[in-house]
């Protein structure tokens, strides 16, 4: 037996007109620096802003994040206590996040723990929120999450069904602020991604 599931996908030009509109006191930001820098969080804020919604930004992720950045940002969202937690950039900060929003449900746990056997609730607490900047990984639309151990040195496949976006903002300008060659090594990963669709027998 099968089933699909996917979050409330908002798409098209003046998509994140959607922030202006949605219900909370406060929204924890999971994003890096790069992002920060390209002044790609602004658009952003300035909508939340408008929604009369406080917000707090956490940039220190990393490129396939490390168990170190996704505690630290554990440590953080529970001091700030968001009723949203919104991914912002490529699949490394929108997986940073789903692992940050389960911590602030689990504290206690590990993050190389996470796992589809654990209950973690955590919508009691927050909602998540995932606004690519890449044509990459497609992270805003499943549940799967990578993380690294760098102690180790070696990269976790982990996740839960529970941390599948609610929603998922795509919106061409955040998409087009990005540098020609990123946006041309997500392109080729976009290719990359079908051709695995295409091939996985995972449907068979």
Known sequence: MWNFSCPLIVYGDNSLDYLAQVKGKKAFIVTDKNIVKLGLIKPVTDKLDEAKIQWEIFDDVEPEPSLTTIKKGGVAVGKYQPDWVIGIGGGSCMDAAKAI????????????????????????????????????????????????????????????????????????????????????????????????????????
């Not at 209950?119 to 549940?143: C, D, H, Q, V, Y």
């Not at 982990?158 to 090594?185: F, K, N, R, W, Y």
């Open 101 to 204: 929003i389960l911590l602030l449900a689990r504290p206690e746990l590990e993050p190389e723990s996470l796992s589809v056997l654990e209950e973690f609730n955590f919508r009691a607490k927050a909602r998540l929120m995932a606004i690519p900047t890449t044509s990459g990984t497609g992270s805003e639309a499943t549940w799967a999450i990578v993380l690294t151990d760098t102690k180790d040195n070696r990269k976790l496949g982990l996740g839960s069904t529970e941390c599948m976006p609610d929603v998922a903002i795509l919106d061409p300008v955040m998409v087009m602020g990005m540098p020609p060659q990123i946006t041309a090594d997500t392109g080729m990963d976009v290719i990359c991604h079908a051709i695995e669709g295409y091939t996985s027998t995972w449907g068979t």
